[in-house]
Nanobody, 123 residues
Framework: VQLQASGGGLVQAGGSLRLSCAAS????????AAWFRQAPGKEREFVAA????????MYEDYVNGRFFISRDNAKNTVYLQMNSLKPDDTAVYYC?????????????????WGKGTQVTVSS
């Protein structure tokens, strides 16, 4: 599975962005997917995850209620809708996929990774 994240950019605090993660490979619809992010000088951290069908989602506390993960298996794409963005949300956002959705979702548990997309939130 190859993943390509897109949709990042510069936005003012309080604004919104939608990230997309396009996957290649006919088995993607059977994979769980997740978004992670890495801010400058910090370790990569979990943001949100979704199971293969989209029936189950998980969020880190600091984005719960502001960010929403979804997927369209017909398009082999996972989305991250980010609302009420804060300067602390500034980071490179990565999408990842794995056959199994762990609990908790950990970086080491994700088999496939895409290149990141930069999100910058100005104050």
């Amino acid at each position: 599975v190859q993943l390509q994240a897109s949709g990042g950019g510069l936005v003012q605090a309080g604004g919104s962005l939608r990230l997309s993660c396009a996957a290649s490979g006919h088995t993607f619809s059977s994979y769980a997917a997740a978004w992670f992010r890495q801010a400058p000088g910090k370790e990569r951290e979990f943001v949100a995850a979704i199971n293969w069908s989209g029936s189950s989602t998980m969020y880190e506390d600091y984005v719960n209620g502001r960010f929403f993960i979804s997927r369209d298996n017909a398009k082999n794409t996972v989305y991250l809708q980010m609302n009420s963005l804060k300067p602390d949300d500034t980071a490179v956002y990565y999408c990842a996929a794995d056959p199994v959705l762990g609990d908790p979702v950990e970086e080491a548990g994700m088999e496939y990774w895409g290149k990141g997309t930069q999100v910058t939130v100005s104050s």
